[in-house]
């Protein structure tokens, strides 16, 4: 039963006065109008009354998507695909996607395709360019301008004025980021093709004013695997997830948090970050689908205070913009508030907000699949449940905090009439993969007709955020940032640098000596100025995260990243105006070339925490490698504990060491220190099948330094004897407990297999399974236990350090959780090591160290006293032997982002997890 009704039918000339919105076209009329001299344009009859019947209902349309051109020459998408998007049951691998794209480009000048770069199972990663011949036929010109808007350095106002008369903006949509959410891939090929060929008003308009540009797929590889896994499994489905599983994996390493990769570490995500650098659209527009039935970011609280105020008005006037197109058309549903907010900025098109362009977001109704599905919304009646999250509770009127969980659940709340969700979706209904291709389609032209109304306004904002941003330097109180030279490990340094010079953020390196009111830094240092366009973005990777006091506020992502804090590495934020004048030479890329000093057989290689020292030791693999366990000098050099001696092959060392940009001295004998071998272990990493995405962040962290490893899963752990092939198993967090980490997937009796076939050649991949149901179960239990008694070692990280304590394997260690009041989304804290001679804390100089802490367990180590309570006793506590470090806790330790309660993990012992997987 439903509560909302379609407005009577708009009347023509109501439609067409929208269309002309602003920019004082007098429309003619609706009718589509033939492309280009010689091509013959109608509408297809036949894609009209398919749609018709493939929307559930008609409010589910709109005038702008219930009909195509049909234009000879032209293939439109069932000319290569074979079907009209949406058809049910039909989903598009990405080699038809691209095979589309390509022919739309080979048959119209108003289409091109340009390769960015490599999946990292090799698909071909594009743009496609979208927009009026002459746009197209002079893409490069309206690069170079928007490249002129985005530094204003180099331009006078008079100039910038004349540019912003000739340019365009490209406006940037992508699909497929979150391999689960298929509509949107499938809906920008129509849209493609829709501005490519239709002659009405407003596409005309679309087609003179702006640039489209796509990318078809962000995460190419799981969407082939998605498909595989949908035409396996998903299609015979008739409600939600009958298997009771999802597809283990996605992309090579990650799910969702492919929309969190702040540093850009995955390639797919670094390519598009290199073509943004190169074009400058002002709008990168991300299509998800996870909500009821479109959601419209509109960068609701609680907001990064650095970014341009011109952009959180242009934010909620677009989307707002849509809501009441959408609701003008009948569509119901349309919100724009109580759900994602803009303090994170490391959502992929974030990557336009932080460089002074606009990120926009949609989150469309759908399914991981193109069945068509019953869905049920709540009550309107009913109180708000958590649905809002993010955002002061107050003022948004909403109850705080929801989990991912109570997000789906949501729905019942995303009914609920909201002054942001003016026509709600209410009832029961089928949806159909065709409705949310025209909800989506409907929602992008709506934006697009935007653009193309404003185009120039877009372009003056777009320019003048760049200019505010170079002024920050000299009227914000941070003038810029030094990383003072000489620090003691150079690597994470140049990581450092280099990862802001990936962002295009511009640093120098001191020609001499810097004298500042902060201090004097020697020659060497690196300088980042904030009288650049990136200033901005300079000072929120850089900064401290402090939030706005507010005991109620949440935020829907990670609350803290400070660059400096995360590496260990020394950051001064600087105040002292001078720092702008200071003489530097621009760095390209930080390169460290490694040295080897002195002569001998023997190489020592301090070791002052750098992470290349463990790629060092496996590139060395087969040498013999010892660790000093006592600081020794040699000549003026200080070589600390842990610190490498290995002799042998010294042609192979030296070149090592170089290569890692690492320093060592060679000597005449091995220094006289008590040392032991640094032996090679071998390593597997365990993995359950319901949840992989954590674990793909510790193999991508493994992958990277060249750690080797086995991925096993529950059949390998069951097996046995495990101790006869490794020496350590590492346990990265999986989400849930130790229960969820046993058991893993509900087996429901029907095996459910991931493996590779002639039909599924994207299943299997990262492992292969008969069942993936059942979880490792007890005799799993029993087989890590016997491996530990025999001397394995068993590494357990964030919420899978559960496990160890529930299930008995480390009978004196507790595991307590948080309280329901502590709340912790990513904060950076101390944490205190206890014993600083063990070879864990090998490089590390400091007793206090930064760790990012989410949530998780606190870890207790029982003591005679206390043989089986969780709460540490009174007064100050026992440190227990066996206990390397904990958290000192309280809120003097938080040093970036938000914890509330921080005293609950006083003096527990370290843990940390990332956040939860959530599903936007
Ligand atoms: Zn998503």
Redo the contacts with the bound molecule.
């Keep these: 039963m439903s509560l909302w009704r379609r407005p009577a039918q708009l009347p023509a000339t109501l439609f067409v006065m929208a269309v002309a919105l602003g920019a004082g076209v007098t429309a003619q009329s609706t009718g589509k109008k033939a492309v280009g001299a010689s091509a013959s344009v109608s509408d297809d009859a036949e894609f009209a009354r398919l749609v018709k019947g493939w929307t559930t209902r008609p409010e589910f349309s709109s005038p702008l998507v219930d009909h195509l051109p049909k234009v000879a020459g032209i293939p439109s998408p069932k000319d290569i695909l074979g079907h009209h998007i949406g058809e049910p049951k039909k989903l598009t691998y990405y080699a038809d996607i691209l095979k589309y794209y390509r022919a739309l480009a080979a048959a119209t000048p108003r289409v091109k395709v340009t390769s960015i770069g490599k999946s990292n199972e090799g698909r071909d990663l594009v743009v496609v360019f979208v927009g009026g011949d002459e746009s197209i036929r002079n893409l490069e010109s309206y690069r170079k301008y928007l490249a002129q808007l985005a530094d204003p350095r180099k331009i006078t106002a008079a100039r910038a004025a004349e540019i912003v008369a000739k340019a365009k903006p490209i406006y940037h949509l992508s699909g497929g980021?979150?391999s689960?959410?298929v509509g949107p891939s499938e809906m920008l090929m129509e849209l493609a093709y829709r501005v490519a060929t239709e002659d009405s008003t407003l596409v005309r308009q679309i087609r003179d004013n702006v640039i489209v540009s796509i990318t078809p797929v962000a995460d190419p590889d799981g969407r082939d695997r998605n498909v595989d896994w949908y035409y396996k499994y998903g299609i015979n489905e008739t409600e939600g997830r009958a298997t009771g599983a999802g597809v283990p994996y996605w992309g090579k390493y990650v799910f969702?948090d492919d929309?969190r990769d702040i540093n850009y570490s995955q390639i797919e995500m670094r390519a598009l970050l290199d073509w943004y650098l190169q074009w400058h659209p002002p709008i990168m527009h991300?299509l998800?689908?996870?909500q009821t039935l479109l959601y419209t970011f509109s960068g609701q609280a609680p907001q990064n205070p650095n970014l341009d105020p011109i952009l959180f008005a242009e934010l909620p006037m677009m989307a707002n913009f849509e809501m009441a197109q959408l609701s003008k058309y009948g569509m119901p549903g349309v919100w724009t508030h109580g759900y994602v907010d803009m303090w994170s900025p490391g959502y992929l098109a974030f990557m336009s907000s932080n460089h002074n362009g606009m990120i926009r977001m949609y989150?469309i109704q759908g399914f991981s699949g193109a069945n068509t599905q019953k869905m049920r919304l709540g009550n309107p009646n009913a109180p708000p449940a958590a649905g809002g999250r993010g955002g002061p509770s107050a003022a948004s009127g909403q109850a705080p905090g929801p989990d991912a969980a109570a997000i789906t659940a949501g729905r019942s709340n995303q009914a609920q009439r909201e002054w942001f969700r003016p026509w709600p979706a209410t009832g029961e209904f089928d949806w159909s993969l065709r409705n949310n291709t025209n909800y989506g389609e409907t929602g992008v032209l709506t934006a697009l007709q935007y653009t193309a109304a404003f185009p120039k306004v877009i372009l003056e904002n777009f320019y003048q955020k760049s200019r505010n941003s170079v002024d920050t330097g000299r009227k914000e109180t941070v003038a810029g940032y030094l990383i003072p030279g000489g620090q003691r490990d150079a690597t994470r340094v140049a990581v450092l640098v280099n990862m802001l010079r990936m962002q295009g953020i511009e640093v120098g390196r001191s020609t001499g000596e810097v004298k500042l009111k902060e201090g004097t830094f020697p020659a060497g240092s690196y300088v980042v100025k904030r009288d650049q366009p990136y200033a901005r973005l300079a000072k929120i990777l850089l900064e401290k995260q402090v939030f706005p006091a507010d005991p109620n506020l949440r935020t829907y992502d990670d609350a803290s990243w400070t660059m400096g804090l995360m590496s260990h590495t020394d950051v001064k934020e600087i105040a002292d105006k001078a720092v702008l004048d200071v003489a530097v030479e621009p760095v390209a890329e930080v390169k460290l070339a490694g040295t080897v000093t002195g002569a001998g057989s023997t190489v020592a290689i301090p070791h002052y925490g750098s992470n290349n020292m463990v790629t060092l030791r496996f590139r060395l693999k087969d040498l013999k490698v010892q660790a000093a366990e006592k600081e020794f000098k040699q000549g003026d050099i200080t070589f600390p504990a842990g610190s490498f001696i290995v002799s042998g092959d010294l042609a192979k060392v030296r070149s090592a060491i170089e290569a890692l940009g690492l320093t060592a001295v060679a000597l005449p004998a091995a220094p006289s220190v008590p040392m032991h071998d640094l032996d090679v272990p071998r390593v597997a990493m365990y993995s359950t099948w319901g949840n992989t995405q954590d674990v793909g962040w510790v193999r991508y962290a493994f992958d990277t330094f060249e750690i080797p490893f086995d991925l096993i899963y529950k059949d390998r752990v069951r097996q046995g004897n495990l101790k006869s092939a490794y020496d350590v198993i590492v346990i990265a967090h999986q989400s849930g407990g130790g229960k969820r980490l046993v058991f893993d997937i509900e087996s429901r009796g029907t095996p459910i297999a991931y493996k590779k076939s002639e039909a599924f050649k994207y299943l299997g991949m990262y492992g292969e399974s008969d069942d993936i149901t059942g979880g490792m179960g007890i005799e799993g239990v029993a087989e890590l236990d016997k491996f530990v008694k025999a001397g394995g070692v068993l590494v357990t990280l964030g919420a899978a350090s559960f496990f160890p304590a529930e299930f008995g394997l480390t009978p004196k260690v507790d595991a307590a959780r948080t309280s329901a009041q502590f709340y912790s989304p990513g904060a950076i804290i101390d944490a205190e090591i206890l014993q600083p001679e063990h070879p864990i804390f090998y490089g590390y100089d400091k007793k206090l160290v930064p760790v990012r802490y989410a949530n998780g367990p606190l870890l207790s180590v029982q003591t005679g006293a206390n043989p089986f309570g969780d709460a540490p006793p009174a007064g100050p506590p026992p440190i227990p032997q066996g206990v390397l470090m904990r958290y000192p806790g309280g809120d003097d330790h938080v040093l970036s982002g938000l914890m509330r309660g921080a005293n609950e993990i006083r003096n527990r012992r370290r843990s940390s997890i990332r956040p939860r997987t959530r599903?936007?």
């Design positions: 980021l979150h689960g959410e969702h929309n991300d998800h689908q996870a989150e599903g936007a």
